[in-house]
């Protein structure tokens, strides 16, 4: 304990250092396509420290390998993902500290500040990015200089992952274990607010096109309203959900009322107010298991639209369009009681004196890349607000960052052990 | 019958200059707010043949004093009236000569030539507004010109009413009325196919706003989706058309399944696939019986939305908005057995030698501005496809105008009688 000890008294020291470090990620606008300053200056934080750096471009090609993996770009020349390798002595366990540097546009939203200002204030860093998830970028490279600097040798590796690409499916992380970085255990600093989340659901967007038939309003009944048949998909897919709230409980979303729910998000059919409209579109997300594959959930909606279109002549012999599209992110889970996630429970309380909450991630991460591609068993547990990431003036709280590099950086001790 | 026999065969020799007429008629592109130099020609054309012409520009404002009438420009500065006035000798009843001079856009449709081509090829002459209702003009025109070059002095009035604005909604027409001018009846030539309409629906358009609450996909159920709270309204609006097809039935539409359709055109809703729509938006058309006034029909629309409403907890506190948008026209109907109608039925028969289909229109005309407002009896009547108006490559047959205009120059001999 006294080791622990020391580390806390490390990362109080480096106090300033960090907030400078997290405010300066800031000043990146690392948007997707963008990323690639912001990655070399991690990267040369990564090699000052000592690790060996690898810094490499996902290939969109080889990444079709992965099923359901979504790839929503091909070129990646300006996005590389960084990798730093400290190899330990031997005799410990490996691990992984993911983050990604992409983040979300700033958009046109009402910032106070500039998005990339970086601002500190109040006991909190203001930014794009802050939250989700440079902050937590920091956390993980702050638990690891705190090891290095106090003097401790690691036995097990330690693998500092700043990938690219998160915020639509997971290329980079999925390029990383292409490139062969594994681990026997990976923690994802994303904004968890401190909440231990040992699972993270699934989720992917579907389109619905629906069939009707055209005619003038005056004689509507001549036609066939698409807007109407549409109807029936819905009701279909509304009944799907009910069923499959009682089918797919997960321990780790008994909290939520609809654990994976089924969301009609767009709904346009028509186009004039006298016509009787030929097509409707829906567009939804449909959430998933973390113990469910993405085409197993694809399979349940296109046999609930199937049957529903049985049960009514025009659609049986018009059958709607299911198009999967956009989204895609798969999701995964490890048990509550996997050593990797009780090491940040137990260290959790030490740092902050208080149980975390273990729960599943209300959103989609990489950690369903590393544990269904990988099998790498990985628990998400970060600083950060998830509720201020993806708005305008996110912001995160400097305290969370500095425990959450305590939480981590003792993890990484009782994960890899080290030399007496 | 003589008299009749020699107004016949001065049409037959005119059939090359009514042929020329139309076409060059085509030839002004008198979309809305362009209808100018078109009506130039036609007052010009009526000045020739003796009438006292009046040309005049409605104005919106005096127009406001008609209840329910659409008015959708302020500016009718390049879209005057014309009214051309062949007094009688005493004796007889006075009849006006309805046709519209705008056209509904040529559009960016799939035209073989240019839609102000006035192409003259197998009988036929193409364009933008030969059936709607450039045809028909010509038709009300050479009626008249017939009987004057035939010598004959026509006892009851002819008024030849060529207005603008029918296509969204009457004011040409109601400016007309306004003007003072009147008559004992009307016969608008619009293109029925030469089927005789002593009734015209009224429609309007509708837009209802249903609120649902924004929430994130993956937690739906903390929102209320407005999408599915629109399909309540949705479907008390196909109830309400339901009850209507029982209690708006119509001795002249008897022929339709539903002769009053409620039609939902248009519905849009939310904007991302992950999120809760807050709102949904539908736009349709209600059918409204020619016995029914505008204000009873929305009535019955806003009770039945509003007790739909009372069925739903949600809806109930946040009540749906209802707008009457866009497109309005009156309905009117005489009876079938009026003595103008069964004028034209009869000469029909004398000209074709076939009994004509007698109906009620399945559109809007300016019919129900004629009856509501002017209380004028009016029967719709003319050569012309309804179902090639407002499309790309418009045509009309040039039979049907020699035709039609014989059948309306015989029904002026009868309606106005004449000095032996």
Chains 1, 2 share one sequence.
Not at 2 to 8: E, H, L, N, P, S
Not at 93 to 109: E, F, R, T
Not at 274 to 298: Q, T, Y
């Amino acid at each position: 304990m006294d080791v622990k000890k020391a580390i806390d008294e490390k990362i109080e020291q480096m106090r300033e250092e960090i907030i400078e470090f997290t405010s300066n990620l800031i000043k990146f606008p690392s948007e997707q396509g963008k990323e690639k300053n912001a990655q070399l200056f991690f990267a040369d934080s990564l090699k000052k420290l000592g690790c060996q750096v690898d810094i490499f471009n996902p290939d969109a090609e080889t990444l079709r390998k992965y099923e359901d993996l979504m790839i929503t770009r091909e070129d990646f020349c300006k996005s590389p993902d960084v990798v730093g390798l400290l190899k330990g002595t031997g005799g410990g366990k490996s691990i992984i500290l993911n983050s990604h540097m992409d983040v979300v546009p700033a958009g046109d939203q009402d910032w106070k500040e500039s998005p990339w200002s970086g601002k500190i204030e109040n006991g909190k860093i203001f930014g794009r990015g802050t939250s989700d998830m440079k902050g937590g970028a920091a956390a993980n490279f702050y638990a690891l200089k705190a090891i290095i600097e106090a003097g401790i040798k690691l036995k097990g590796d330690v693998i500092v992952e700043s990938v690219v690409d998160e915020e639509t499916g997971g290329a980079g992380t999925a390029a990383a274990l292409l490139r062969g970085y594994t681990a026997e255990a990976a923690i994802i600093s994303e904004p968890t607010d401190m909440k231990v989340y040992p699972a993270c659901m699934g989720s992917m967007w579907f389109r619905i096109k629906v069939k009707g038939k055209a005619a003038h309003g005056a004689t509507a009944y001549m036609g066939v309203n698409a807007i109407e048949k549409a109807q029936i998909i819905y009701n279909a897919l509304k009944k799907l959900e009910g069923v499959r709230k009682e089918t797919k409980n997960h321990s780790l979303y008994s909290h939520l009322e609809i654990p994976f729910c089924i969301n009609i998000g767009k709904f346009s059919g028509g186009n004039w107010p006298s016509s009787v409209p030929d097509e409707a579109v829906m567009e939804g997300r449909m959430g998933v298991s973390p113990d469910e594959s993405i085409s197993e959930a694809r399979k349940e909606l296109e046999d609930a639209v199937r049957d529903a279109a049985a049960s009514d002549s025009w659609i049986s012999k018009n059958p709607p369009k299911i198009e999967w599209f956009g989204s895609c992110w798969v999701g995964g889970a490890v048990s509550k009681d996997h050593p990797i996630v009780q090491n940040i429970v137990r260290n959790h309380f030490d740092v902050l004196r208080r149980e975390p909450v273990v729960s599943g991630a209300p959103w989609a991460t990489d950690a369903g890349v590393l544990i269904r591609y990988g099998n790498i068993p990985t628990v998400i547990y970060g600083p950060g607000i998830g509720s201020t990431a993806h708005q305008a003036n996110e912001y995160i709280l400097i305290e969370d960052v500095i425990k959450a590099t305590k939480v981590i950086s003792n993890s990484i001790l009782d994960w890899c052990l080290y030399q007496n």
